[in-house]
């Protein structure tokens, strides 16, 4: 059966696959093996029947064909309502036709489920909350990304995703000592604005274990410097581990289930090890899904609960707002309209909306609920990776305009986005549409509006 | 004709309704058996009070017109979807003509409606019915859904009432309408456990599943319940 070189069924294991990927300059020669890529059908046929269960096989079966899922849609919603865009349509012509078939589809089908399951679908769940079956079709197309990875069908950034995951225990080539220097240095660098400021690395039995999102070592390293800065100021007795740092999952938008277990397992291993009290994750949405609400069931914990119990920030900074721990000097509190982007991962999937809505009420004179809101929000239009594949830009762009009418409707020119996937969304829609609007994670807003007792200031 | 009439309210109602119940039951069971801890991601029998609550909460509020976002942001769909429904379910049950068969057969009845009160019930789920078809045609979000077979759905759950209805309302033909009331009758019952009509049981099952995921794993325990 016809394999490429980079496009095949096997996932990334080494290094040196990993960086032969990358040399293909956006997946040029991925793609075009793809197209001699033959389907494995006896495989997928065996994989059905292992793994399609009664959920998912009642949800295809019983679907009354109403509709009501459409308007639910932001991607039919921005494509001016095509009704190839129904959520009930984009799963029941993929999965549906796969199973329907047994499995014996070819490569242009596959190609074209890849397409949909990738581009057409950002697994926001919202479809799930208006379907009267509970019909989730986010559920659906995760289950089919994981049969397009099997298969060799998956776009070229989620593959390498997948591999580094597997390769660094990160979504990127991060080496554990990368990590721990990239701590230091951000120590040393604010410590002098910041008496006493400092990250530990590896502390056994502290209050919280903090872990990141690779881009933040990577890209953004001052976010750790303000993570430090606000544990500092509000005087946790808090760690990080020098391994098992990364909360971010490109494999569980891959669908390729076996790195998500190896990934999640690396955190569950540095809170066994540290036996830190509780765990607080950054200001990322599908982080704390992957390795908070999915992980411990692809790890096979029985409760379906982390080793410790897990935090996402906002949970923190809400509670350290209502104890007092932060204190925030009300004339600093932001003055101008401002309004807040529910990330899916968390609100809708995780039941945060409280923690959003107590920690709007410390910081924010005007705040501004977009509509709908909470669990009912649209999508930022980047989620599932769709903001990371380059295959797909025009298909996210034309997406991001359901968030661009709800932001500029709210009239607020500042959008809070604690989620690094709807923070880059946002920041790309501005970039795209020109609205005129400014983003930011919580970390930047909170430093500038905190009080600071008199012994934490530098002396000058 | 008094011989049909004495097999399809006898041996074939006996075997249609044998398979109905029976039928419900192992699609009932199935589903549950089916279900999967790891691969649907819901710890089904540990947080168990979680769980309950977050099914009962999902059916619950389905159940309640203009309960759930999705109904009120669809009133019209929602207006002819439980017209439609407690047509289908109630009048049949309720119905004076059916309790009184039921006391002589099985010397059993429940409470039942006046009949100007089934007759409303009947032409409201009806029109219902005309309506949600008309909906599958003009609407290019449903239209492309649709296939024959929702058709056909549709006329086996229709046809009792159109029979019922003209057999007690035409003197004249009335043998004949009563006899395909009851073979339509017949066949509905025993499509419900073999097609679609399934979601007569797997309605609630899904709801409760869907109902449990969120209660255990997506935020039920840490928020106030989602809000459907
Ligand atoms: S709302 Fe549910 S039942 Fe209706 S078409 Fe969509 S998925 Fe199917
Ligand atoms: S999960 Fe979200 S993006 Fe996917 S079909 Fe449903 S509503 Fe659309
Ligand atoms: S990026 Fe944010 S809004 Fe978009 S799917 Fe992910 S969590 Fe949801």
Redesign the pocket.
């Known amino acids: 059966m016809a394999e490429g070189i980079l496009c095949n069924r096997r996932p990334i294991n080494t290094e040196e696959e990993l960086q032969t990927l990358l040399a293909d300059k956006s997946g040029k020669q991925y793609y075009a093996e793809m197209n001699e890529l033959d389907v494995d059908t006896e495989k997928l046929e065996a994989t059905l029947q292992k793994t399609l269960k009664s959920r998912l096989k009642t949800w295809l079966e019983?679907?009354?064909?109403?509709?009501?899922?459409?308007d639910s849609c932001f991607l039919y919603l921005a494509n001016k309502k095509d009704p190839e865009q129904?959520?009930?349509y984009k799963i029941q012509s993929t999965l549906g036709e796969i199973v329907k078939r047994k499995g014996k589809v070819d490569n242009a089908f596959m190609q074209m489920v890849m397409d949909t399951a990738w581009s057409k679908c950002t697994c926001c769940n919202r479809?799930g909350m208006?379907?009267?079956?509970g019909?989730d079709?986010g559920i659906m197309f995760g289950y089919l990304r994981g049969l397009c990875f099997s298969q060799g069908f998956v776009p070229w950034e989620m593959k390498i995703g997948s591999g580094m995951h597997r390769i660094y225990r990160a979504q990127m080539d991060i080496t554990t000592e990368d990590w721990v220097d990239t701590c230091e240095w951000m120590a040393e660098e604010y410590e002098e604005d910041w008496p006493g400021l400092c990250i530990p690395v590896d502390k056994e039995n502290a209050d919280i274990i903090y872990t990141v999102n690779a881009r933040e070592p990577k890209h953004y390293p001052e976010d750790i410097a303000e993570a430090a800065i606000l544990f500092h100021l509000a005087g946790e007795n808090w760690t990080v581990p020098s391994e098992g740092w990364e909360e971010t999952s490109l494999a569980m938008f891959a669908g390729d289930w076996e790195a998500c277990k190896l990934q999640v397992e690396s955190v569950y291993d540095a809170m066994h090890r540290l036996k830190p009290k509780r765990m607080v994750v950054t200001e990322c949405g599908h982080a704390y899904r992957a390795t908070v609400i999915e992980g411990p069931y692809w790890a096979g914990i029985k409760t379906g609960k982390t080793p410790i119990e897990s935090f996402h920030y906002v949970e923190w900074v809400a509670e350290a707002l209502r104890t007092g721990k932060l204190k925030i000097d009300p004339s600093k509190r932001i003055k101008e309209p401002v309004t807040y982007q529910d990330s899916c991962n968390y609100i809708r999937n995780a039941g945060l909306g409280d923690a959003a809505r107590e920690i709007m009420s410390y910081i924010a004179e005007d705040f501004r609920e977009m509509t709908p809101s909470r669990e009912h929000n649209f999508c930022c239009g980047g989620g599932g990776g769709l903001n990371g594949v380059g295959r797909y830009r025009e298909q996210r762009n034309i997406g991001l305009k359901i968030k661009r009418d709800q932001i500029l409707a709210t009239g607020a020119k500042l959008v809070i986005s604690p989620c690094h996937n709807c923070w880059d969304a946002i920041r790309d829609l501005e970039e795209v549409y020109k609205v005129g609007i400014r983003w930011s994670f919580l970390k930047p807003l909170l430093i500038k509006m905190v009080e600071v007792p008199e012994h934490m200031k530098p002396e000058d | 004709m008094y011989q049909l009439y004495q097999f399809v309210t006898g041996p074939i109602a006996w075997m249609s309704f044998g398979i109905f119940f029976i039928g419900v039951i192992v699609r009932a069971i199935t589903y549950i058996k089916g279900l999967n801890w790891q691969a649907d991601r819901v710890t089904y029998t540990v947080n168990v009070s979680y769980g309950i609550s977050g099914a009962l909460r999902s059916v619950f509020f389905w159940l309640i017109p203009f309960k759930t976002r999705s109904w009120r942001v669809n009133p019209g769909f929602t207006v002819l979807f439980f017209v439609f429904h407690i047509g289908l379910l109630v009048t049949p049950v309720l119905l004076q003509a059916h309790n009184i068969l039921l006391k002589e057969r099985w010397g059993i009845s429940l409470w039942s409606m006046p009949d100007a009160m089934a007759d409303v019930l009947t032409i409201a789920m009806l029109v219902a019915a005309l309506f949600l078809t008309l909906r599958r045609i003009a609407l290019p979000e449903v239209r492309i859904?649709t296939n024959a077979y929702d058709y056909i759905l549709m006329l086996i759950a229709v046809a009792p009432f159109i029979t019922g209805f003209l057999a007690s309302h035409n003197a004249s033909c009335y043998d004949f309408w009563l006899i395909l009331h009851i073979i339509t009758g017949e066949i509905m019952l025993v499509a419900i456990p073999f097609t679609k009509l399934s979601h007569f049981v797997l309605f609630f099952c899904s709801r409760a599943q869907i109902g449990m995921d969120f209660g255990i794993k997506r935020g039920g325990m840490k928020g106030k319940g989602l809000a459907w």
């Open positions: 019983i679907c009354a064909h109403c509709g009501l899922c459409a129904v959520p009930s479809c208006y379907c009267p079956f019909i079709m | 859904l």
